[in-house]
């Protein structure tokens, strides 16, 4: 049975769709401004890969947001 994420644990997991966010940004200004074609090839793949990323993520927090309580916790 699934259990509910911890407050750290979505922490974390924010944190993470925040640093993927940040990433697949920083390779698109690569792919942009790059003139390397094997490099823009690279970053193109890694947003790929950031992207599939994030979204495990976020389907991990969906298939919790069923868990969570709808009361504030004391």
Do not use: W
């Amino acid at each position: 049975m699934m259990q509910p994420i911890t407050a750290k644990e979505l922490e974390y997991v924010v944190d993470s769709i925040s640093n993927e966010d940040l990433l697949m940004k920083q390779c698109a200004v690569v792919v942009a401004a790059g003139s390397s074609p094997a490099l823009k090839q690279v970053c193109g793949q890694m947003i790929s890969m950031h992207e599939q990323h994030m979204h495990t993520l976020l389907n991990s927090l969906q298939q919790h947001q069923q868990l969570a309580p709808t009361q504030p916790q004391n």
